[in-house]
């Protein structure tokens, strides 16, 4: 039984835009009164995979799933897709574009971040045809 | 502290003064946005030369106390307008993000 959901559209290449969505995330976990601890980790793991879709991706749709017991986002992007999951997964790999490294992005940490904070985190990914990204955190009671 | 008195004692210039009021717990360096997003803290006074708007993104995800742009490290408008909306303080020093650490160590 899902609680409450939540649907947001990301466009791609918009650096100034990025984020957005998960602050709004955040704020709306907040006013349901989730304790720090799990929005935290909501919130790095869908900002990590926000970004990705923008840089990587060309942007995409993200929903959200509030339930009694998790959070759950799915990430759908039409993208070039990951050839090598093990590999993107790796710290410190990452394919990011000059111009986007000058903005502080592509330390290659994004992936690992979001498998540290979430307690599922699945990669479903085909070449030419694009990514999902499905991650549930549990709330500890 | 407040991010107002840390901004005395550093000699730090405000660049957005948002919620001056808001307690320094502790400080972060770095300017890799995805390190900053998983280690900085609450309440973290943050040391980096990166002024651009996903900055302030990760600032306010990150619940930031403030934001200081080390060794006069340039704040782009679109920052500085996103950081007024959202209420991020940013703060600019011509000195380096060791020195200043250094500083806010002593102070802590
Ligand atoms: N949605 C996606 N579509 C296509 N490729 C992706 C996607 N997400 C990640 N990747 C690939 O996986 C790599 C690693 O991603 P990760 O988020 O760990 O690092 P990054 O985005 O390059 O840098 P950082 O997140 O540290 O700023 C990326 O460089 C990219 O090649
Ligand atoms: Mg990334």
Known sequence: MSLYTLHYDVPGDD???AGEASGDVKAQLKKLGFDPGTVRNVVI???????NMVIHAGGGVIDVEVEPDSITM????????????ELAMTEGYSTAPDNVRSLGFGAGMGLPNI???TDEMVIDSTVGVGTVMKLRVNIKE | MTVKELAQKLELNFLVEADADRQVLSGYCGDLLSWVMSRAKEGDCWFTVMGNINCVAVAVLGDCACIVLCENAVLDDDARLRA????????????????LSVKLGKLL
């Not at chain 1, 793991?45 to 970004?51: C, K, Q, T």
């Not at chain 1, 799915?74 to 999951?85: A, E, K, M, N, S």
């Not at chain 2, 007024?84 to 020195?99: A, D, R, T, W």
């Open chain 1, 45 to 51: 793991a869908l900002y990590e995979a926000e970004i």
């Open chain 2, 84 to 99: 007024e909306q959202q209420g991020v303080n940013i703060l600019q020093s011509e000195e380096n993000s060791f020195n």
């Open chain 1, 115 to 117: 498998k540290k904070y």
């Open chain 1, 15 to 17: 650096f100034t835009r």
């Open chain 1, 74 to 85: 799915v990430l759908t992007d039409h993208g070039p897709g990951i050839p090598d999951i």
